[in-house]
């Protein structure tokens, strides 16, 4: 019966690009958990906080109808509040956020120019939205300026949506995004900057690197709580237009069960932990100096500057390979293949939190070295 699916099934595996699930083991070099709050005393302690004081575990139906609950509209405010923009819309996870966004949206006639590395939450929103849609070259600024040129040359009249990351979660960089915000407004375009990697982490008290630009009329942003934040859901930052405008047009947010009224207050938690206190943040970037000293000594491979660190092996096999290895003695560290890649650029994707300290990333990269010279 289900002969189309095992074919493809198939094909994936002789590709070597089947997937399975397994259980967790290891040390976590492959989380989001960049703060280490996932599994915090701090978190589990505002967990049983909210149940004793009554919080539901569950909403029970639509912020539309009967879902919505005092502790989605605290946090959407401590959010709103926190990154420095007019409101917060709280969604059940950043995909659906980001899905949110590009799908709602960007009208028919406008145009989305994205980074070509852009996540595939983005891409999916795309698909089911009505604009167009440009890649471009990898954190370009001038190439989004052009691309955006081109289309008004040949008769575009609408709005310019340009989509980028703040920190790319392959590649741990990160674009100009000043140099994006002046060609938005070169062009009466917007914004968007998915801030998923950098919420927590990155900016002035964790608030992410477009916290200067939050707040201006033509700046979304879309931050993540299942990542530094340790729990799970995702914000929509945006003018009060353009939320109340998806609280009536977003089919996601109409049709779909409000999130967790008690992830919601552990959340807020997660954020008043990350606003008021900076010593993780510290913590995780002495981590992330040590990291990339010894990746450039041990391994020679030029380390990104953030708590994402790619290091490119090339073919699909050589980099599970390699990452067998790691797992084999202990560490828990994943191959990255395409699709979620570009072809040829197979990787291990290290990513560091505050589950490991800097013994445990020494050896790790001894580790490494060791495997990478074997491979080579
Ligand atoms: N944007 C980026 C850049 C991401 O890496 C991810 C998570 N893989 C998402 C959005 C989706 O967020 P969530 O996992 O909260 O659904």
Redesign the pocket.
């Known amino acids: 019966m289900h002969e189309k699916f095992e074919a493809d099934l198939r094909d994936l595996a002789g590709k070597g690009r089947l997937r399975s699930l397994r259980s967790r083991a290891g040390i976590d070099f492959t989380s989001?958990d960049y703060l280490g709050l996932a599994e915090s005393d701090e978190l589990k302690r505002a967990a049983a906080e909210a149940i004793a004081r009554g919080v539901p575990v569950g909403s029970g139906g639509s912020r539309l109808l009967r879902g919505n609950h005092d502790e989605h509209e605290a946090l959407e405010n401590e959010a709103a509040s926190y990154f420095g923009a007019e409101t917060a819309l709280y969604f059940g996870?950043?995909?659906?956020?980001?899905f949110t966004i590009f799908s709602t949206l960007p009208q028919q006639g406008d145009l989305v120019v994205h980074d070509e590395l852009i996540?595939a939450?983005?891409h999916e929103g795309m698909r089911r939205g009505r604009a167009e849609a440009v890649s471009i070259p990898h954190n370009n600024v001038d190439a989004f300026d052009a691309a955006i040129v081109r289309w008004r040359a040949v008769g575009g009249k609408g709005r310019p949506w340009i989509s980028a990351?703040s920190l790319?979660?392959m590649d741990g960089d990160s674009p100009d995004i000043a140099g994006l915000l002046a060609v938005a407004d070169r062009h009466d375009g917007m914004l968007v900057v998915?801030e998923?990697?950098a919420t927590g982490v990155l900016g002035p008290q964790g608030r992410g690197l477009a916290a200067a630009f939050e707040g201006r009329d033509n700046v979304i942003t879309?931050h993540?709580?299942?990542?530094a934040l340790g729990t799970?859901?995702?914000f929509i930052l945006a003018p009060r237009t353009i939320r109340d405008f998806l609280v009536n047009r977003a089919r996601p947010f109409i049709f779909a069960t409000a999130p967790s009224p008690l992830v919601a207050a552990i959340t807020r938690a997660a954020i008043h932990v990350s606003r008021t206190n900076p010593e993780r943040r510290e913590r995780l970037a002495r981590l992330v100096r040590f990291a990339g000293d010894e990746l450039f000594r041990r391994c020679n491979v030029t380390p990104s500057g953030s708590q994402i660190l790619p290091v490119i092996i090339g073919a699909d096999r050589a980099a599970v390979a390699v990452a067998a290895s790691l797992q084999q003695r202990g560490f828990d560290i994943r191959a990255i293949r395409p699709p979620t890649v570009p072809e040829g650029t197979a990787r291990l994707r290290i990513a560091l939190t505050l589950n490991v300290d800097e013994a445990t990333v020494a050896s790790l990269f001894e580790a490494l070295a060791e495997d990478m010279r074997k491979a080579a």
């Open positions: 989001n996870g950043g995909y659906v956020a980001n996540h939450s983005v990351e790319y979660s998915d998923a990697h879309l993540t709580c299942g990542k799970v859901g995702g």
